[in-house]
């Protein structure tokens, strides 16, 4: 019934920026909070950032100033941009609908070469 797909994912270089979609159906995304979650291999999973009903952002340390998340209505879907981008970001990236019960999307790989 509720589906999140996670899209735009690669390879770029360092300093580089890629935009990471999350096309929800089932689910209207913009009325709940949606975050966004990293986990790169071997390490446990990380939260980026995430958006309110209202709008309202909030970004992990690591990311803040680098990545902007974002909503589009029409589409019902939440964006990801990641500008700057590091090794470190290398990471799967998953979005999620924070309802009871969660949904999260599959996920979509980023890595970051130097």
């Known amino acids: 019934q509720v589906q999140l797909v996670e899209s735009g994912g690669g390879l770029v270089q360092a300093g580089g920026s890629l935009r990471l979609a999350c096309v929800a159906s089932?689910?209207?995304?913009?009325?709940?909070?949606v975050g966004w979650y990293r986990q790169a291999p071997g390490k446990q999973r990380e939260w980026v950032g995430s958006i309110s009903a209202g709008g309202i952002t909030n970004y992990a340390n690591a990311v803040k100033g680098r990545f902007t998340i974002s909503r589009d209505d029409a589409l019902n879907t939440a964006y990801l941009q990641m500008n700057s981008l590091k090794a470190e970001d290398t990471a799967v990236y998953y979005c999620v609908a924070l309802t009871t019960p969660q949904y999260w999307g599959q996920g979509t790989r980023v890595t970051v070469s130097s």
């Open positions: 089932g689910i209207t995304i913009t009325r709940n909070v």
